[in-house]
Nanobody, 119 residues
Framework: QVQLVESGGGLVQPGGSLRLSCAAS????????MGWYRQAPGQERDLVASITSGGRTNYADSIKGRFTISRDNAKNTVYLQMNSLKPEDTAVYYCNVKGATSRADFTSWGQGTQVTVSS
């Protein structure tokens, strides 16, 4: 069993910043990649950013230059620093972790955290 606990969402004004965190726990043998997705009402869940165990990152075009993903391998934690937030960034943000236990590979999702950008 792998559990993900997210934190850091909330309400922020346009131009503001938020930092999301996601900590993975359980019988984890290794983590291949960690990432953040978001889903706005009536829309599909889309990738925001991802990072591999080696530190290679991938970003959606819409957030390049504004968001930064990072991870602490020792803590099995991934972060998303969001700067210069826009109203269109409003969504539920979900953490995603791909890895392996001693028995099998896994893909786990966090419970989601609401980010609202509004004046």
């Amino acid at each position: 069993q792998v559990q993900l606990v997210e934190s850091g969402g909330g309400l922020v004004q346009p131009g503001g910043s938020l930092r999301l965190s996601c900590a993975a726990s359980g019988t984890i043998f290794s983590i291949y990649a960690m990432g953040w997705y978001r889903q706005a009402p009536g829309q599909e869940r889309d990738l925001v950013a991802s990072i591999t165990s080696g530190g290679r990152t991938n970003y959606a075009d819409s957030i390049k230059g504004r968001f930064t993903i990072s991870r602490d391998n020792a803590k099995n934690t991934v972060y998303l620093q969001m700067n210069s937030l826009k109203p269109e960034d409003t969504a539920v943000y979900y953490c995603n972790v791909k890895g392996a236990t001693s028995r099998a590979d896994f893909t786990s999702w966090g419970q989601g955290t609401q980010v609202t950008v509004s004046s």
